[in-house]
């Protein structure tokens, strides 16, 4: 059974970090490239940063570069993102995806429940 579960979202004030994990499970991880989305109230989900499978090549969207990080432990089958400089309008619902790169898993897509994260005084 698949499963991504994330955790380490939560409130913080406006500046502050946190750091999200996604944990996957059921699936051949390593051969799975890993992205981050959000979804904002009110808004459509979108795209916050991309891992490929090993690891080798990252992307982020503008609105965060500079600011987040993303990473993996392909042993731990772990994806993480690191948030810093928090703003209030990074407040939104994060996503923890999955997409199978390779033979038959290519272009499987998998999703997370989502982890609330709240940027607020």
């Known amino acids: 059974q698949v499963q991504l579960v994330e955790s380490g979202g939560g409130l913080v004030q406006p500046g502050g970090s946190l750091r999200l994990s996604c944990a996957a499970s059921g699936f051949t991880f390593s051969t799975y490239a890993m992205s981050w989305y959000r979804q904002a109230p009110g808004k459509e989900r979108e795209l916050v940063s991309h891992?490929?499978?090993?690891?080798?090549?990252?992307s982020y969207a503008d609105s965060v570069k500079g600011r987040f990080t993303i990473s993996r432990d392909n042993a731990k089958h772990t994806v993480y993102l690191q948030m810093a400089t928090l703003e209030p309008e990074d407040t939104a619902v994060y996503y923890c995806h999955a997409r199978g790169m390779y033979g038959g898993a290519t272009g499987q897509r998998y999703w997370g429940q989502g982890t609330q994260v709240t940027v607020s005084s």
């Open positions: 891992i490929s499978s090993a690891g080798g090549s990252t």
